[in-house]
């Protein structure tokens, strides 16, 4: 099994991309062949996130917007069953939760613990205060 590190240089640092919001660097990547194929937008690191993951677990709303214009799957789950909308209202994303949402990813998926990405990602991080506005009265 490839780690981070090999699987981020394989794919030209997509993953580190995503984290920092170099949005250039990660469109110019999705356009780029390995081994004749175009860098899938949906690849995995080792704890199954995919760059739209990264992008939301660190507030990178225009480089999210990116992979989502190029397919990327928006309900995507890592190995923890989390997925963007739990990190986004965990870490107080809320705009960002609430774009994606709009978007069509599916607040009612739950975790490995059983939460929702209101609830949050375990018992020791819970979700912020932020709700989105689609829960809003």
């Known amino acids: 099994k490839e780690g981070k590190s090999e699987l981020d240089k394989k794919y030209f640092g997509i993953f580190s991309r995503a984290r920092?919001?170099?949005?250039?660097?990660?469109?110019?990547?999705?356009?780029?062949?390995?081994?004749g194929k175009k860098v899938p937008v949906d690849v995995r690191d080792e704890n199954g996130?995919?760059?739209?993951?990264?992008?939301?677990?660190?507030?990178?709303?225009?480089?999210?917007?990116?992979?989502?214009?190029?397919?990327?799957?928006?309900?995507?789950?890592?190995v923890?069953?989390?997925?963007?909308?739990?990190?986004?209202?965990?870490?107080?994303?809320?705009?960002?939760?609430?774009?994606?949402i709009t978007k069509g990813a599916n607040d009612a998926l739950k975790n490995k613990n059983g939460l929702t990405c209101y609830d949050g990602l375990d018992q020791t991080r819970q979700a912020s205060a932020v709700q989105p506005r689609s829960k809003k009265r």
Do not use: M, S, W
Request: some cysteine; proline content about 1%; hydrophobic content about 30%.
């Open 49 to 78: 996130n995919t760059p739209l993951i990264v992008a939301c677990q660190n507030n990178r709303k225009r480089v999210a917007k990116l992979f989502l214009r190029n397919k990327a799957d928006i309900n995507a789950i890592n």
């Open 80 to 100: 923890h069953g989390n997925t963007c909308l739990h990190y986004c209202f965990t870490y107080g994303y809320g705009e960002l939760g609430d774009y994606l």
């Open 20 to 35: 920092h919001g170099r949005y250039q660097d990660c469109e110019r990547i999705l356009l780029t062949e390995v081994d």
